[in-house]
């Protein structure tokens, strides 16, 4: 059950971590509603803004100015969040994958190898918190500007809705979150699993024998003189 909750984690984990990596580089967390008057596909992403027209299928691209420029705070933000949700769960997968039993790291040490899930689940945990909040806060920012602009009645013959990149971002925060409860409560159940339980057979094997000897040389003179005892009661 151990190795099949582990597995079920490191699959998440791929997952999660891939999914985090394509939304922080993809350019799809905005992208035109259908109301729009526009005969292009313009998605905005966390770096660049791109333009499909809807005739040829020409795509064009457009970086955004260097990163020390003014930004934003949502897109600011969104943009540390994503990246350090990118590296924690980086680490958190690179950790599990050592901590996997079907991996030849420490064969010998499942106490330590148990540790080792534990800390990749932690840090799974945590790397779905800026990554569900980076998400969410670029996705209701965007369903909020354009409220405001429909309660407003203002139109500016283009309007936003968030894509699929802050789909994945969102997808990929909770299978962190998923992986790392997984972890977690698979150490917990498998808590007994501990440094005095590890020793191999061939060395508790003389203990138990000494053991067994030392309580037969100490049986046999009380048997000796119960009989004894016996006896002379007997006469």
Not at 14 to 39: K, Q, R, Y
Not at 195 to 204: A, C, D, F, L, V
């Amino acid at each position: 059950m151990k190795d099949l909750l582990q597995y079920v984690a490191c699959f998440f984990a791929f997952f999660s971590t891939g999914f985090l990596i394509v939304a922080t580089w993809t350019d799809c967390w905005m992208v035109n509603a259908d109301d729009s008057l526009e005969v292009s596909t313009k998605c905005r992403g966390l770096w660049w803004e791109c333009v499909t027209n809807a005739f040829d299928g020409i795509r064009t691209c457009d970086e955004y100015d260097s990163i020390y420029a003014e930004h934003p705070l949502k897109l600011v933000v969104t943009r540390a969040l994503m990246i350090t949700a990118d590296i924690l769960a980086g680490f958190g997968f690179v950790t599990l994958l050592l901590g996997l039993d079907c991996v030849k790291f420490l064969p010998d040490e499942p106490y330590v190898k148990m540790r080792i899930c534990f800390v990749a689940g932690t840090t799974l945990l945590i790397a779905g918190a800026p990554g569900i909040i980076g998400s969410v806060w670029y996705a209701v920012d965007v369903y909020v500007e354009r409220s405001s602009l429909i309660l407003h009645n203002i139109f500016l013959g283009i309007q936003y809705k968030f894509g699929w990149s802050c789909w994945l971002g969102m997808a990929g925060s909770l299978g962190c979150f998923l992986a790392g409860a997984v972890l977690t409560c698979c150490l917990y159940l498998f808590k007994d699993v501990g440094p005095e339980r590890n020793y191999p057979y061939s060395m508790r094997k003389p203990y138990s024998t000494a053991g067994v000897s030392l309580a037969k040389s100490y049986g046999a003179p009380r048997t000796e003189t119960a009989k004894m005892y016996a006896v002379d009661t007997r006469v």
